[in-house]
């Protein structure tokens, strides 16, 4: 079964940090570009970043460069978001996907996709 678990949301304070975790199962993690993106309520899904299959790519919104950062650990078939200096606009459903290709920010160029996790930033 093809499957994208994601973890680590919770609640957190502006200007904290947080670690999301997306775990892979079912097909070649090594062979696939990973991106996250990020749904608020009342909004469009939006790309947050992406990662090619060896890492060796990145790609990242322009509102999380600097604060956010993608890797993966192909060996764990695990791919992780630090993101720091967290903003209020930064609340937002996020998604872990998957796509056999380059990174792209379209969501419609990925093929699989995680439940979520729910991120809030509140004070």
């Known amino acids: 079964q093809v499957q994208l678990v994601e973890s680590g949301g919770g609640l957190v304070q502006p200007g904290g940090s947080l670690t999301l975790s997306c775990a892979a199962s079912?097909?070649?993690?090594?062979?696939?570009?990973m991106g996250w993106f990020r749904q608020a309520p009342g909004k469009a899904r939006e790309f947050v970043t992406a990662?090619?299959?060896?890492?060796?790519?990145?790609l990242y919104a322009d509102s999380v460069k600097g604060r956010f950062t993608i890797s993966r650990d192909n060996a764990k078939n695990t791919v992780y978001l630090q993101m720091n200096s967290l903003k209020l606009e930064d609340t937002a459903v996020y998604y872990c996907?998957?796509?056999?290709?380059?990174?792209?920010?379209?969501?419609?160029?990925?093929?699989?996709w995680g439940q979520g996790t729910q991120v809030t930033v509140s004070s």
């Open positions: 990662i090619s299959y060896r890492g060796g790519t990145t």
């Open positions: 079912g097909r070649s993690f090594s062979s696939e570009t």
């Open positions: 996907a998957g796509r056999l290709g380059p990174p792209r920010v379209g969501a419609l160029a990925y093929d699989r």
